[in-house]
């Protein structure tokens, strides 16, 4: 019995800090070509900046201020002040990242030596402890290589040395076995380019159409871009601006867009699949805390759906506010083995929706789930 885990007190889960929609460009040739050259050249900045702040390692906050500033001054001149900030925004949020990762490794490295060395005290054969010698010997070379590992990422912590790769380091590794990736140089080289383009830009408080570097007009359907001073002699709109030809405008959840960028920020991103050979423009806003979040006693006081996760499926059942079902339970499909995670991403939010819908045709208030800290 003193294995089993205790029941945490139920809480509200805390609405999303933000929003983020997307919808697709579908640019013309001209605007492809201008699009891949101001991409280009902010990644170019952008790469060199994170660099920068990696060689700097671990900073106190008036050592970041510092850092920061002299990092956007000096690519202001290549670019502009909020392409600058943007940037080196980005950077600052990759290298946190990537600490809060290292840190991360060093808890589940830690926790996994000491569970198999309180495995190894155990005399191999008994309860608790490894069933044959060959599995124990096996055991301990694999603590010898965790104990490395974990050497390793101490060092790093205590130089304050992170790893990061714009583009990914999978995709980059994928370059020395073309085969296994199943790529051609070609492609690779093209998937290394696109994913290191930079067309991102902050949203600006009371400015006009989300900000004044990336802005999108509701109403005529237009978006336009503050071109890198570099790059003016691109521009089709007076004060070094381009103008995308092609309509823009967002199908999915439009109208919350539109009336965020006539009456508050909007940060706006470019992006390119390979894949689909298609431009995407991503607009994401902060959500104001609003109404205060309902109690548990709020909640209870009607019926509510109660989902319980298993392996391939969702047990989902309705309950009443004495916790008794209410009609039969519900199984919801989910498979998600050997998939791709685009592919699971799109079923997963199938059957969140297939889940809301359940809720809203039974008039529930809440859906109750298990908390499996997944993440400690």
Same mark, same amino acid.
Request: aromatic residues 4%; negative net charge.
């Given at each position: 019995m003193t294995h089993l885990r205790s029941i945490a007190e139920p809480f509200v889960v805390v609405h999303p800090a933000a929003a983020?929609?997307?919808?697709?460009?579908?640019?013309?040739?001209?605007?492809?070509?201008?699009? !891949? *050259?101001?991409?280009?050249?902010? #990644? %170019?900045?952008?790469?060199k900046d994170l660099a920068q702040r990696c060689r700097e390692g671990k900073l106190s906050a008036k050592e970041r201020a510092e850092s920061r500033r002299e990092r956007k001054r000096a690519i202001t001149a290549a670019s502009s002040s909020r392409w600058a900030g943007a940037i080196t925004r980005t950077s600052e949020d990759s290298f946190k990242l990537a600490w809060r990762n290292l840190v991360a490794e060093r808890r589940t490295l830690a926790s996994r030596i000491h569970r198999i060395e309180r495995r190894l005290t155990i005399p191999v054969g008994e309860r608790r402890g490894y069933l044959t010698r060959q599995e124990s010997y096996e055991k301990r070379r694999r603590l010898q290589h965790l104990r490395a590992r974990l050497a390793e990422v101490e060092r790093r912590l205590v130089?304050? !040395? *992170?790893?990061?790769?714009?583009? #990914? %380091?999978?995709?980059?590794?994928a370059r020395h076995n073309l085969d296994a990736a199943g790529l051609t140089e070609a492609t690779w080289r093209e998937r290394w380019e696109v994913e290191r383009?930079?067309?991102?830009?902050?949203?600006?408080?009371?400015?006009?159409?989300?900000?004044?570097?990336?802005?999108?007009?509701?109403a005529q359907r237009w978006l336009e871009l503050r071109l890198p001073k570099a790059l003016e002699h691109l521009a089709n709109r007076p004060g070094g601006r381009y103008r995308l030809s092609c309509p823009v405008e967002f199908p999915y959840r439009g109208e919350e867009v539109a009336a965020q960028a006539e009456s508050g920020s909007v940060g706006y991103d470019v992006?390119?699949?390979?894949?689909?050979h298609r431009w995407y423009l991503d607009a994401s806003w902060s959500i104001?805390?609003?109404?205060?979040?309902?109690?548990?006693?709020?909640?209870?006081?009607?019926?509510?759906?109660?989902?319980?996760?298993?392996?391939?499926?969702?047990?989902?059942?309705?309950?009443?506010?004495?916790?008794?079902?209410?009609?039969?339970?519900?199984?919801?499909?989910?498979?998600?083995?050997?998939l791709k995670a685009s592919t699971r991403d799109g079923r997963i939010r199938e059957t969140i929706s297939k889940v809301l819908?359940?809720?809203?045709?039974?008039?529930?208030?809440?859906?109750?789930?298990?908390?499996?800290?997944?993440?400690?």
């Open positions: 983020r929609v997307r919808t697709r460009l579908r640019v013309e040739v001209a605007d492809e070509d201008v699009l !891949r *050259v101001v991409g280009g050249h902010l #990644g %170019s900045l952008a790469g130089g304050g !040395r *992170v790893s990061v790769c714009r583009g #990914g %380091s999978r995709l980059a590794k383009l930079f067309i991102c830009v902050d949203g600006e408080a009371s400015q006009l159409f989300g900000n004044l570097t990336v802005r999108w007009h509701p992006s390119f699949d390979p894949g689909k104001s805390e609003g109404e205060l979040r309902p109690s548990i006693d709020h909640l209870r006081s009607g019926p509510v759906i109660a989902v319980d996760l298993n392996h391939g499926h969702l047990a989902v059942c309705v309950l009443d506010p004495s916790g008794n079902p209410i009609g039969e339970p519900v199984t919801v499909p989910l498979e998600l083995t050997g819908a359940l809720a809203r045709a039974h008039g529930a208030g809440a859906v109750v789930i298990e908390d499996l800290d997944f993440v400690a």
